[in-house]
């Protein structure tokens, strides 16, 4: 047999695989290299076994009849194993799995990972440790499932100078805001049926509060804008403030709510951040529905790219992770470079971008507020705006509470400045007339 792992050197023709989990992703991975032998043969010109499955709880019963003897609950069986030449990654977090990346790395061993949390986190080193060891490490499942957006972004828009990315890209929160849009659900009920569904976790904080966004978000500029970004780069507002009133406005006023996850380049620095968002209703991310992920990429090129398809389950993850897995076994023996290693290489490739705080962000904004039903009242909040040189675009009231004294205000701005719109959002607060600002959410043209 040839030499067994590293990225020169003659390649064996059988080549084994090591999997790490096997849940949803793992599964439907396993059952690909075990069912479609001959498709992976004849997609690599090598036989891809699968050596090694590495899984928590040896007894747990499974959805897949695997040969006996694979399963394993001890790292050490991939990671030793000279002969496991590909570990696919597919636990997640970040313990123990970056500590099993990286030894499996520093023996040469390529990684296919669906784990944004890992890759958002620890790329530029996972990446620089696979460079290093003439190994490849790919990560294409790990935004957007079953869209191909992560290889786009290194190879078929590489040419590309990103003035933006736009997406939603956590398919829990747009199901949620979906029903909450059609349905008219509240935010909690709407969770509870995402969670009896399956698409929402018993603990959804990742997902409502803009979290697992944010990963995949960093790993998408890092790619765009060829330098490594952080997670805390990322400003973050969830989607629980939103109310069933919210979507009513917004539809009147001829929007939609999404979350979007967005990354921008503004006069030489980039401004990322993951919040709800009105949308104009003809938008085509506005049509987004339900599990859906959409990333919308503006290029200098290409002009505006739409991907659309399934963010999340088992099959679609699959095809991602399967794809990436043929790409690495014909990548081996090749001296070409580490896939992402060059995107996320830093600022050697030019002067670094700095991140452009929220404050900075001009945008449009929509107000919610609860104000007492007086005459004046709209003068008063049009002042404040007015003050902090904000001004209106559309005014509109309604709900009024002839018992309780008031009434229900929406107003929507033309652009401002963030920090300029959180001033006077404390000033109008203090206002005696205004009983509560309800809920204030950015509007994305
Ligand atoms: N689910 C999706 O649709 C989707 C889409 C895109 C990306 N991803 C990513 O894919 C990865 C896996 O997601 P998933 O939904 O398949 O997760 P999952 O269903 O929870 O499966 C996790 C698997 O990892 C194993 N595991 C957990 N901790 C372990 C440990 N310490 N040592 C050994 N094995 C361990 C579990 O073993 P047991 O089976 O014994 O419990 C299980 O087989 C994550 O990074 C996720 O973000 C998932």
Redesign the pocket.
Known sequence: MASSSGMSGEVPDEINVGL?????????VAAYILGKASSLAAATGRNVNLKK??????T?A?DIDLPSGLLT?N?EDILADAEIHIVV?????T???EN?LKQALAAGKHIV??????MAKSGPELLALARKNGANILFE?????GIPIVGCLMNELAANDIRSIRSIIN?TTNYILTRMANERTSFDQALSEAQGLGYAEADPINDIEGI?AAYKLTILASLAYRQPFQSADVYCEGISRLEPQDFRYAQELGYAIKSLAIANLDDGAVQLRVYPALVPSEHMLAKVDGVYNAVEVDGSLCGQVLFHGM????E??TS??VGDLIEVVRKMGSQSRSSGSQEWAGPGNGAALTVRPIGDLQARYYIRLDVADNPGVLAQIAQVLGDGEISIAAVLQRDTDAEAGSAEIVITTHPAKGASMQDALQIMAGLSQVRRVSNVIRIEE
Not at 20 to 28: E, R, S
Not at 89 to 93: K, S, W
Not at 141 to 145: K, R
């Open positions: 790490m989990g096997l849940g949803v992703v793992g599964t439907g499955v590495l899984v928590r709880d040896i747990r499974r609950t790292a990654e597919v636990i997640g977090g313990d123990p799995v099993h990972t669906a784990n944004k949390e890992v499942a790990s935004v957007g499932g398919g697992d963010g999340a389950g088992s679609p993850t991602a992770v």
